[in-house]
């Protein structure tokens, strides 16, 4: 669940997966895991588990083809 946190800018969370969601009035919103919200937001409030306190771990590049290695 998404909690408070302490910075110079306020209160932020981070998002914790990419998808899509909605707000209390039907707006449709794309999350994008690591984005940063404001923790007092009307969505981080009504979805707090698609939200957490800490960033999520590091995610490697990803590659449509193996890395070639120098010979």
């Known amino acids: 669940m998404a909690r408070f946190k302490d ?11 990419t998808c899509g ?15 940063v919200w404001a923790a007092d937001d009307p969505l981080v409030l ?14 490697f590049p990803r590659r449509t083809v193996p890395a070639v290695e120098p010979a």
């Open 7 to 17: 910075s110079p800018a306020g209160h932020f969370v981070y998002a914790v997966a």
């Open 21 to 35: 969601t909605a707000t209390a009035d039907g707006i449709g919103v794309v999350l994008r895991e690591g984005d």
């Open 46 to 59: 009504l979805r707090p588990g698609l939200f957490a306190d800490e960033p999520p771990a590091p995610n």
